[in-house]
């Protein structure tokens, strides 16, 4: 057993492993300092990220808590965690009338649970708080899924509920970080599940189609139907619901490239279980020079793709694959003008800031509108981000990775931010915040000033 080693062989050890031991630190310093995310980058700081971990594992939070629950929701990116936490204004309140609410979606330390807040950002109050307690609603769902698992996976203490959509009557609709079935909740916090068949994720939109409104998600089809023998492929595809949850449209992303002859661009590679990876669904709500109202605008991430659809003939009208690169949230900004938040990420990691960019359908040119304020603010999440034109002179920015927001007009000052940091030092993801036009809220608002929930209870 203990044989001799030979010298050489020693001093061969000891050289490789110090070798390495340079090569790894060389990796960990580049992922925190040049904030350069590859998959060899962030391997090497989850594993030098162990200690952390037994250390959380083994120091006791509670007297029936070994296990910290918050470790998944923090924020990858802890740049601003020693800021000041919440909203800071940079104008006098009722100063802004034009602008309107902002409906926030965060994990409270405090209450150990995800709350959605709506806030005044013209009076710069908070105007009311939804509370999700999905434990035992999770717990007794029958749905099984290769996405999720119900009850190991979505505690309340570790749930994050994201891109809240507001309804006129002050309910909720909602689902978890990572996908869930649909939640509806009511103004009393009264939580029920809206649409239990599948797991939705990413974007909830709604547009107003034959006097009804219908609800535009992002789902996956399990089993799936273009590899159904295979566990955990994302199938993903659009899902449009009527306003009691049921499905009234359902179509696999995939099975729209190859009917529309676009399938080598999905299966001309080797396997991959996330060719698409489809984070927003976007209806069109008017007749445009290039589209017509109930076409939808497709947001690919790993396909780095914006399509145009039209789900009445199941054809592509248009795509365009970059400049942007690992994309979210297009939005339409005029009738043939569309707005498209690039990550400028890619699986190799940070390309620069990201930002946002305008694709006109009548020139087929790219600009690049409110440079100044992500090259300022040095604006950078890697994945997830929103941004939205408000009142067309102010864009509103949610840098999900970092849990910071900010409103700014187009002169590059800065109106408020927002820092979703908790009382554990950390900073915490944000989740899909949605900014809500003032006629909107201001009925929302009446309405849930109406509530009495201990009478509806």
Same mark, same amino acid.
């Given at each position: ?11 061969? /050890?000891?050289?490789?492993?110090? /070798? ?20 060899? $980058?962030?391997?090497?700081?989850? %594993? ?10 083994? $120091? ?7 296990? *910290? ?31 309107? +609410? ?67 009557? =002050?309910?909720? %609709? ?12 009511? @103004? ?39 590899? @159904? ?36 661009? %999905? ?58 690169? +690992? ?30 960019? $305008? +694709? ?15 090259? *300022? ?25 970092? =849990? ?44 849930? =000033?109406?509530?009495?929930?201990? %009478?509806?209870?």
């Amino acid at each position: 057993m203990f044989k001799k080693i030979e010298l050489w062989v020693l001093f061969l /050890i000891i050289y490789l492993f110090l /070798i390495s031991a340079i090569f790894f630190g060389y990796l960990v310093r580049d992922f925190h300092k040049n904030k350069n995310n590859t998959s060899l $980058t962030s391997v090497a700081d989850k %594993i030098a990220s162990i200690p952390e971990y037994l250390k959380e594992i083994f $120091t006791l939070g509670s007297d029936s808590e070994i296990i *910290n629950p918050h470790i998944g929701l923090r924020a990858n990116d802890q740049r601003f965690k020693d800021k000041k936490s919440g909203f800071t204004f940079f104008y006098k309140k009722g100063d802004k009338p034009d602008l309107g +609410y902002l409906l926030i979606n965060r994990f409270d330390l405090d209450r150990e649970k995800s709350v959605s807040e709506l806030y005044d950002l013209n009076l710069q109050e908070k105007v009311y708080q939804w509370e999700f307690d999905v434990t035992d609603l999770y717990a007794s769902l029958a749905l099984k899924s290769e996405h999720f698992d119900f009850k190991r996976d979505a505690p309340t203490n570790r749930n994050l509920i994201m891109h809240s959509l507001l309804m006129k009557n =002050g309910d909720l %609709i909602s689902r978890s970080q990572g996908g869930s079935p649909l939640l509806r909740n009511n @103004p009393c916090s009264e939580l029920e599940i809206f649409a239990g068949d599948s797991i939705y994720h990413h974007s909830i939109e709604s547009m107003i189609h034959d006097n009804k409104e219908l609800l535009y998600v992002s789902k996956f089809i399990e089993p799936s139907v273009v590899y @159904p023998n295979r566990k955990k492929f994302n199938d993903d595809a659009i899902a449009i619901l009527d306003l009691d949850g049921n499905v009234l449209f359902e179509k696999s992303i995939v099975k729209i490239f190859e009917e529309n002859d676009m399938g080598a661009l %999905i299966f001309g590679e080797n396997y991959h279980r996330d060719p698409i990876h489809l984070n927003d669904v976007q209806p069109v709500m008017y007749d445009g020079k290039y589209w017509k109202k109930n076409d939808i605008f497709l947001s690919f991430r790993n396909q780095s793709m914006i399509m145009l659809y039209r789900p009445e003939t199941n054809k592509v009208l248009w795509y365009q694959q970059g400049p942007w690169s +690992y994309q979210h949230d297009v939005d339409i900004l005029n009738d043939h003008t569309i707005q498209v938040f690039d990550n400028n990420a890619s699986n190799r990691g940070k390309r620069g800031n990201s930002r946002v960019l $305008t +694709y006109n359908f009548e020139t087929k040119k790219i600009q690049t509108p409110f440079s100044n304020i992500f090259e *300022n603010e040095k604006i950078y999440t890697g994945t997830r981000g929103r941004a939205e034109n408000i009142l067309n002179d102010k864009i509103f920015i949610e840098e999900t990775n970092s =849990g910071r927001m900010l409103l700014a007009d187009i002169n590059g000052d800065i109106l408020w931010e927002y820092y979703a940091n908790e009382i554990d030092g950390y900073s915490y993801s944000g989740a899909w915040s949605r900014y809500i036009n003032r006629d909107y809220g201001d009925i929302v608002k009446t309405k849930l =000033g109406d509530v009495d929930c201990e %009478i509806s209870s």
